[in-house]
């Protein structure tokens, strides 16, 4: 009885807790905090950092002074994590978390990955611990940014941008990641067992990466069997006998894929194998 008892007792202690800390009354942060992450070759770039507003102030020579160590936001340092190896600015990255500062000058930004990812602004900055310092030029933008931005842009399999941007003023850093190798082991290994679930992005990955086409077409003939009345393939394949050089059975294929988009009513299809067709005309 007695335990049964402590136990009520304890769960409804735990219950006002949560109940009171859930009470709690907040105030906003006038610097609001973002989270960006982004898909990147086999891993993925997250970054977490605090949106000042311009606020009538002068920003770049003004609150954040020329030459001066920036936090690259406010409130708590900037912080970037990659789950993969990459390379910014030629410079090999290992995966982890770093902390994000820059100095901006009037042509010239130093950009800065810190080892020391938990820190507050830039006051206990040392350069001691930079993993990496590299510059980049900034860029004027007519359309005023209101409030600090940081956003990926031009990204692909192979390369991304974070662009920093605020008042008139935007940044960018440039980074690329080689999995090439681990993609092609994956690709072989996947290859072994199932296919069907793997075909589309494997004979895409062979065609955008100009890896071996009779291997890829080969996979295609392959899918075709177990899916004939799909378009996608039929695209896939038109684009790449056009690689290979033939014209004519690219036309064919494309012309296929056409014919069984129609037939299933799907218009994304009917229009990308429209567009093979008339590059293989123009080809």
Known sequence: MRKTYLFLV???????????????PRIPEASSTQTIIQDFGLGKVTVTYSRPNVKDRKIFGGIIPYGEVWRTGANAATTITFTEKIMIDGHSVPAGTYSLF??????EWTIILNKTAKQWGAYSYKQADDLLRFTVKPIRVSEKRETFTMAFANTTTKATDLYLVWDHTAAAIHME????????????NLMK???????FNAIQWYYENNKDVDKALGWVAEAEKEDPKGPWFKLWKSR???KKGDKPGAIA????????????????YLRLNLEALNHAKSY
């Open 10 to 24: 304890t769960m409804l202690l735990a219950c006002v807790s949560y109940k009171s800390y859930a009470q709690i």
């Open 240 to 242: 790449l006998l056009l």
């Open 102 to 107: 820059s100095i901006p000058q009037r042509g």
């Open 193 to 199: 067992g199932d296919r069907k679930p793997y075909y």
């Open 253 to 268: 294929a494309a012309e296929e894929g056409i014919e069984l988009s129609k037939a299933s009513n799907d218009d994304e």
């Open 177 to 188: 990641t080689d999995d090439d190798a681990k993609i092609m082991a994956n690709i072989d």
